[in-house]
């Protein structure tokens, strides 16, 4: 992108209204950085390699699943396993931003990935329901993904320079658990959503004595059946009350 359609991109209303959106989860993605980049240096990284991660992964599920298994010394592939995990649903995510952005060049889409999060698809996908190319749909994702970059960076890094500085004794653990915990509420919407959660977390809890933190890929497996089973028992549902709704109209028409 040129300088002066970079200006006029920042400018743009949709782009600010991007920003503003994203500033009320800011706080708690905030909360989470600092807590990650903490516990990247506490675990043993160091500090270059710690901002390397940061800057390059840009998954804080991700790093905070990996980081006891490397820590561990696990071997490598399920280090690669867990976090492949944790990041699929990008993959749901980007199949649902391909309806907006197909047109765009594979660089910028590429961009688009990179920068793409939970709570920017949440806010993205509330303000446009319609998958449909729209001219406010990219200032709009910038506005936000900016936001949410700075304030996931920022607090990163802090916390992986100042990690030898910040006592355990703060709780920060604590904190970060309260902050996703307030990010993953403000995403819950649909039945399906809450089922997969609370499966999620039964399952955490029930193989939490597997070794490797391997809890997590079983908790990871079962919400996403569940989800599953929950998406697809609403489908059949709905098209049954479909049938039944046609039927019907075709006793009354007769």
């Known amino acids: 992108m040129n300088l002066p359609a970079l200006r006029a991109q920042l400018r743009d209303p949709s782009f600010r209204q991007g920003a503003s959106d994203m500033l009320g989860a ?3 993605v905030g909360a989470w950085g600092l807590v990650t980049g903490v516990a990247m240096v506490k675990g043993g990284m160091s500090t270059p390699l710690a ?44 199949s649902m931003w391909r309806s907006y952005f197909a047109h765009l060049p594979r660089r910028r889409r590429m961009a688009l990935g990179y920068f793409s999060g939970d709570v920017i698809f949440v806010s ?14 990219l200032p709009y994702f910038w506005g936000a993904a900016t936001t949410n970059w700075l304030a996931w960076q920022i607090p990163s890094v802090a916390g992986i320079i100042l990690a030898n500085a910040i006592p355990l004794s703060w709780g920060l653990g604590f904190a970060g658990v309260l902050a996703l915990l307030g990010i993953l509420l403000s995403m819950l919407g649909e039945r399906s959503s809450w089922l997969a959660t609370a499966v999620a977390g ?33 489908r059949a549902l709905r098209r049954a009350r479909i049938r039944l709704a046609r039927g019907g109209d075709d006793e009354g028409d007769a």
């Open 124 to 137: 993205f996908m509330k303000r446009y329901p319609r998958p449909e190319p729209e001219a406010t749909q």
């Open 26 to 28: 800011g706080l708690g």
């Open 51 to 94: 901002l390397f991660m940061s800057l390059t992964v840009y998954a804080g599920s991700a790093q905070l699943a990996v980081l006891p298994l490397m820590a561990a010394g696990a071997p490598l592939w399920v280090i690669w396993l867990t976090a492949s995990c944790v990041n699929l649903r990008f993959v749901i995510f980007s």
């Open 202 to 234: 039964s399952a955490a809890v029930a193989a939490f004595a597997l070794p490797l933190k391997l809890n997590i890929l079983v908790a990871i497996a079962a919400a996403v059946a569940a989800g599953l089973a929950m998406e697809s028992g609403e």
